[in-house]
């Protein structure tokens, strides 16, 4: 099996003449600040976000032509494109179980009551080609004395839960272990030599605390963050969510830029400059040769006012009625086709999209059989995946990637 990569294509482009075109040129826009600070990487559970599940997401009318997403092979005579395709149920899916040491409470779905199981055994089949099995021993020998840091929100911490669960099942007791410093957590595969990483950066630039005890959102200042992203083999950001939260749920008072305050600005606006700080830092600070960045597009959320909820949700959509490019990728592609160094884009959006049956909903704790039956008033996570489950598939393509 040959190894496929997702390429944004770097070549120079100007924003869509569209609202959101528009907005980026620097219409503000009012933002109410909230009450909510998170600092301290410690005090996060993976399900910080549930609360936030109820936030709108706009999405664009208009599709977006004027970025080409190429798969780039060995062999050049063929492509395949890991974005169009559909689920397949696989009987020999999951690739390990809600056993896993490394999982945590909140998205070991199994054990915390979920009734069915079938969400567990849906790979991804692109049109025309396949994602190769993953392969523990093979992923570990091509890692082997490398480090591969995953770099992101909750939801990425989700995907380094299942990149560590698909390995750590090939490693002897002993011969493994995980450690914590700060922001960042990371597994060893002690034989190998090879570390799998995870740092906290949902925002990527810095959120710190200013006068009054207010927070501040930095949007030219990122080495704070990044300090921790050097001397790495293989990075893999996210970062889309928390730039899309309420007002009610936002995570700042105020924006600076340089030495200029910001009570308000459009959140696409303010996406756009802490990613093109993010990008700057790429292209100035790291070399191609010695490593590879990647970056994975949003996961979807199915809370959307015009979605669907996911509680009790049990098969994947045979299409999506959703056909627009969400607006955090728009912009996101366009920083990504400015930049010198080459950013590989995993995007994962649309396909995972289809997937409202994965998510814990009522299941991200322990629910005894009285409380299904009133699960209504529970609250419903339907931003986070249940491992084993669908970022399983995402490290799948990752590892091909590789």
């Not at 730039?243 to 696409?268: A, G, I, L, P």
Request: proline share 5%; with cysteine; hydrophobic share 35%.
């Amino acid at each position: 099996m040959c190894v496929y990569g997702l390429h944004a294509r770097l070549s120079r482009g100007t924003l869509p003449t569209s609202p959101l075109g528009q907005a980026l040129q620097g219409e503000v826009f009012l933002l109410q600040s909230s009450k909510l600070y998170l600092d301290d990487v410690n005090s996060i559970p993976l399900m910080m976000e549930v609360a936030q599940e109820e936030d709108g997401m706009s999405w664009l009318d208009e599709e977006d032509s004027e970025v080409d997403i190429v798969q780039t092979r060995h062999d050049t005579s063929r492509s395949c494109n890991f974005e169009s395709g559909k689920w397949v149920y696989d009987q020999s899916y999951p690739l390990y179980d809600s056993n896993c040491p490394y999982l945590s409470t909140a998205v070991t779905c199994q054990k915390n009551g979920r009734p069915d199981s079938d969400y567990e055994k849906w790979r991804w089949q692109p049109h025309g080609c396949s994602i190769p099995r993953f392969d523990a021993l093979k992923f570990l020998g091509k890692m082997r004395r490398k480090r591969i840091m995953l770099v992101g929100d909750s939801i990425m911490r989700n995907q380094w839960e299942s990149l560590v669960c698909l390995v750590q099942g090939v490693i002897p007791t002993g011969h493994k272990k995980v450690n914590y410093n700060g922001p960042s957590m990371a597994f060893h595969a002690l034989d190998f030599e090879t570390s799998i990483e995870f740092t906290w950066a949902p925002l990527l630039v810095e959120l710190k605390k200013g006068a009054g005890n207010k927070r501040i959102l930095h949007l030219d200042l990122i080495e704070e963050n990044a300090r921790y992203w050097r001397n790495v083999d293989v990075l893999v950001f996210d970062s889309a969510h928390w730039w899309t939260h309420s007002d009610q749920w936002s995570s700042w008072d105020y924006y600076m830029e340089k030495q200029t305050v910001f009570q308000s600005m459009n959140r696409m606006v303010a996406y756009q400059k802490g990613l093109t700080t993010w990008a700057r830092w790429i292209d100035l600070n790291l070399d191609p040769r010695k490593t590879r960045v990647i970056f994975r597009s949003m996961s979807p959320r199915h809370n959307r006012e015009n979605g669907w909820k996911c509680y009790n949700q049990r098969q994947p959509l045979a299409f999506s009625s959703h056909q627009h490019v969400p607006e955090p990728l728009v912009v996101l592609k366009e920083v990504l086709r400015k930049m010198s160094f080459p950013v590989y884009l995993q995007d994962i959006t649309a396909m995972s999209a289809l997937r409202r049956d994965g998510h814990p909903s009522v299941y991200r704790r322990a629910i005894r059989q009285q409380a299904r039956q009133q699960a209504s008033g529970l609250s419903s996570d339907c931003s986070h995946w249940c491992l084993p489950g669908v970022p399983d598939i995402w490290n799948e393509m990752l590892s091909a990637l590789l």
